[in-house]
């Protein structure tokens, strides 16, 4: 009786014992849950966005002061480049000009030679033993009117055109039947061009209108003017 008793009594300290075990993991689980919900709430809360600093602001501002100067600086190139061209261009027309009419002072001092000898020609008498000078002479004269072409030099060609102060210097005004008012009927001195260009006016004589009678250049250039 008594061993049955002490085995019955050890049987109920044993049994005693693991059963307040799960009691204090159960607690320990529960504040370990309580700390985890904390800290679950704590992660959820979101915070208010900050202010832009000044930092940022003074950026921006730079930024846009950049953005600026590279417009400027761009428009001022395309403006310079502008200018480059047009300086540029305009620098060969006035070396392409100074090229084509670098010999215009010589050629203006050398006209009134073929002005003689066209004179000479009109002037030589037309029977036969003046008839291999006058050949000479011709032939001269077509030498010397192929160098000036060569050159760009070229006469003028007036009798019957209408008088054109950009090309003529009218001398005198006279009346001419069946001639139109204010056409070339004689030519006195050859005018020429040089590569288009006016190097020396024509002297001519035109014809009047039918009420008007003779006149001088300074008449013509008057009522031109006029």
Do not use: C
């Not at 075990?21 to 919900?37: V, Y």
């Not at 261009?89 to 002072?105: G, H, M, Q």
């Not at 019957?160 to 090309?167: A, C, E, Q, S, W």
């Amino acid at each position: 009786m008594k061993d049955r008793a002490k085995r019955m009594n050890k049987e109920a300290v044993q049994g005693e014992g693991p059963a307040e075990a799960p009691q204090s993991e159960t607690s320990d689980d529960s504040s370990e849950h309580g700390q985890e919900g904390v800290t679950a709430m704590g992660t959820t809360v979101e915070t208010p966005a900050e202010a832009p600093s000044a930092e940022q602001s003074e950026t921006d501002r730079r930024m846009q002061e950049l953005e600026q100067q590279v417009a400027q600086y761009k428009d001022l190139f395309l403006r310079k480049a502008a200018d480059f061209d047009n300086f540029k261009r305009r620098t060969e027309n006035e070396i392409s000009a100074l090229v084509k009419f670098a010999n215009e002072d010589m050629v203006l001092a050398f006209l009134p030679v073929v002005d003689d000898i066209e004179r000479a020609l009109k002037s030589a008498p037309p029977d036969e033993s003046a008839g291999s000078l006058r050949k000479g002479i011709e032939l001269i004269l077509q030498k010397i009117t192929k160098v000036l072409e060569n050159n760009g030099v070229k006469p003028m060609e007036t009798i019957g055109k209408v008088f054109d102060v950009n090309f003529h210097d009218v001398l005198l005004q006279i009346q001419k039947p069946g001639a139109e008012p204010h056409t070339i009927v004689e030519e006195v001195e050859r005018g020429y061009q040089m590569n288009d260009k006016v190097i020396r006016h024509a002297k001519v004589i035109v014809a009047a209108a039918p009420d008007e009678g003779p006149a001088d250049a300074r008449d013509q250039e008057s009522t031109d003017n006029g």
